[in-house]
């Protein structure tokens, strides 16, 4: 039976909980980079042995740090994030442009086929690879320079690449979501890429159903099925069911249709989970009770997952990439919260268990499965 490793990114170091198939049992190892923020932590799914980490400090700028063992031992890769080319401006709040700035990676993604390849989000949006495990990095400059890009602004958090998704079906389609551009889909590796956010309407941009600027938190899909997608927008969860085409509303009766993360069951793609937070202004759960609501219609139809959750009195926040799935049977959920707690689920959701307590704000939690 496999056995899983969940690797946590928090504002003050990353933490490892590893457990076996029966997932009753959690070893923490950590904190790794103690006292530094690690906005993201993510493992190969070509090596277990490979891990890669985003640690990112005001002071000292942005560096990306490699594991070949597991997270025993640490690699530093340093810094080779450079704009492709005259950069240019983009438009800030006031509606000045702005020269693009490189402040932070917010999301690693590997390449489900190589493990030396891996792809970065980052801040001010643009994406980034890597073929040589993270010694060196350069910009896919076709998305920065899509037309578009000088009206991109910033969200609350700033102008962040935060979601990349590969096809496993097409190594050359990937899907990204900026915030607060959109969603983006290229069918060339990163060449070309085209807007795709048809049916997407923000209230507070002049043109609210424009072709960019819409504030996307985070967009998942199922790798069997990878033309179905779904989101966790700035207000509503939306469905495609053409690669992008055009998207509709299933936030259905969701207590409310904000949040940040959105993920699908492993192993079914029409069951979906969200966490709803108050508002965009109280970025806490509905009536201080922590629920993950799960749909097993691919929306619309949502029942609150509450056993082994704070109930009362509970005011923390899941971040966009603090929800992940293993892909054991039955299919193990994972998140992370701004309080500290990391919750697992061994039945789908059905209920939950604190696996690690007390731990700095988490900023990101994923899976890596071990043989």
Known sequence: MSSVRVLVGTRK?????????????????????????????????VDPDRIYASQTSEWFGQTIHRSDNGGKTW????????????????????????????????????????VDTVYAGVEDAALFRTRDGGATW??????????????????AGGLCLHTILLDPGNPGRMFIAISAAGAFRTGDAGQTWQPVNRGLRSDYIPDAEAET?????????????????FMQKHWDVMRSDDAGESWHEVSGNLPSDFGFPIA??????????????????????????????????GGNEWEALTRGLPQSDCYVNVLRDAMAVDSLDPCGVYFGTTGGQVYASADAGDSWSTI?????????VEVQMLP
Request: glycine residues 10%.
């Open 13 to 45: 170091g990353a933490f490892i909980l590893t457990s076996d198939g029966k997932r009753a049992q959690w070893n923490i190892s950590g904190p790794h980079f103690g006292g530094w923020e690690i906005y993201h932590l993510k493992g190969s799914p």
């Open 75 to 114: 690699t530093t890769m340093g810094n080779q994030f450079v704009y492709e080319g005259d950069a240019g401006t983009h438009e800030w709040y006031d509606g000045t442009q702005r020269p693009w700035k490189f402040t932070r990676v917010w999301h690693l993604e590997p390449s489900l086929t190589d």
């Open 138 to 155: 350069e910009e896919l400059p076709g998305l920065r320079q899509h037309p578009s890009g000088p009206s991109w602004m910033p969200g």
């Open 213 to 229: 600027g819409h504030c996307v938190h985070r967009i998942a899909m199922h790798p069997s099925r990878p033309d179905v997608l």
């Open 264 to 297: 699908v069951h492993a192993h079914e793609p029409d069951t979906v989970y969200v966490v709803p937070i108050k508002s965009d202004s109280e970025h806490y759960p509905p009536g201080g009770k922590l629920r993950v609501y799960r749909s097993r219609t």
């Open 356 to 364: 690690a307590r007390d731990l700095p704000s988490v900023m990101s």
